[in-house]
C-alpha cells in the first residue's frame, strides 16, 4: 500500500497572514512541517493556492502543486492536489501545514490504521491525562475538540464540549474515571473515499459544531482511531510562533 501526504498550505489568514512563510531559526514553517513526514511516507506534496508558498517549497526542494483559490477546506484541497499528483497512491494523509513538530510515530501509527481493509478514514486522538491542570483545562476548552470512541477504537462522535458528561462526579474528578480523548486533526483516507466525501453538502452536526468530519460521520462513513500519547503543536498566531521558537531550541 503506497502513502502520499499532501499538506494545504494558504497565504491568507485571518490571525497570522503568510503563516506558511513564517521563519523558524532560518527554515520557513511548510519546509519544517514536510521534513517531519517526509520520510515516513511514498511521496510528500504541499498544496498551495499562492505562488509565494509555491516558490519557496520550490527553494527547498520540495513537491508543490498550485490549486484553486476557491476550496473551503483542507480536505478539498488535498483531493484537488490528489487529481493532479497522486495516482498510484492508495491512501492521502492531509497534514497541518501549521504543526511543524508533528511526529514520524504519528505518521506511522495513522498508517497502521489501514491494515485493516474495511478501514475507511483515519484519524488520531490522544488521551487526556488524569492529575494534570493543563489537561483538564483542555477537557473544557471548546476549540480543543474532544471524540468519543467505540470498543473498536473507531469514532462515535466528535465535540467541542465535553463528551460523555460524567453523572455522579465532579468535574475535578471526570478525568480520573473516564478516559477523554482530545482529538488531533490530521487525518488519512483511501483515495475512492476522499473522492466521496468531497461531493458531500454540510450537514446540521457539522454545523452546529464546525467540525467537518461529523459529516462524514453523518453520511455512514466509518473513521478509525489511532491512539497516540504525543500532542501537536498548532501555530494560529504569531504568539503561538514565539512559543515554538522556544521548542525549537
Known amino acids: 500500500m503506497r502513502f502520499i501526504g499532501i499538506i494545504p498550505a494558504r497565504y491568507a489568514s485571518t490571525r497570522f497572514p503568510g503563516k506558511p512563510l513564517a521563519d523558524m531559526k532560518g527554515k520557513p514553517m511548510i519546509q519544517r512541517v514536510y521534513e517531519q513526514v517526509h520520510d515516513v511516507l511514498d511521496a510528500v506534496c504541499v498544496a498551495t493556492d499562492d505562488r509565494r508558498i509555491m516558490s519557496a517549497v520550490k527553494a527547498f526542494g520540495g513537491n508543490v502543486v498550485m490549486t484553486s483559490a476557491m476550496h473551503k477546506s483542507g480536505t478539498d484541497r488535498c483531493y484537488e492536489a490528489y487529481t493532479k499528483v497522486g495516482r498510484g497512491y492508495h491512501v492521502i494523509v492531509n497534514i497541518q501545514g501549521d504543526e511543524p513538530f508533528i511526529g514520524a ?9 489501514f ?14 491525562r488524569a492529575g494534570d491542570r493543563f489537561e483538564a483545562a483542555l477537557l473544557f476548552n471548546h476549540n480543543s475538540p474532544k471524540a468519543v470512541l467505540n470498543k473498536n477504537n473507531e469514532a462515535i462522535y466528535f465535540s467541542r464540549s465535553v463528551i460523555p458528561y460524567f453523572r455522579g462526579k465532579v ?9 477523554y480523548y482530545k482529538h488531533i486533526g490530521l487525518y488519512a483516507y483511501r483515495a475512492d473515499v476522499l473522492r466521496e466525501i468531497t461531493l458531500l453538502p454540510q450537514s446540521p452536526l457539522e454545523i452546529a459544531e464546525g467540525l467537518e468530519q461529523l459529516r462524514w460521520l453523518e453520511n455512514g462513513y466509518r473513521i478509525k482511531a489511532g491512539i497516540t500519547h504525543q500532542d501537536t503543536v498548532g501555530i494560529d498566531t504569531p504568539e503561538d510562533l514565539e512559543h515554538a521558537l522556544t521548542l525549537l531550541k
Open 105 to 113: 510515530d504519528q505518521i506511522e501509527t495513522l498508517k497502521s490504521c
Open 115 to 128: 491494515s485493516d481493509i474495511y478501514v475507511q478514514i483515519a484519524t488520531l486522538v490522544r488521551p487526556l
Open 171 to 179: 468535574h475535578t474528578e471526570w478525568l480520573s474515571n473516564h478516559t
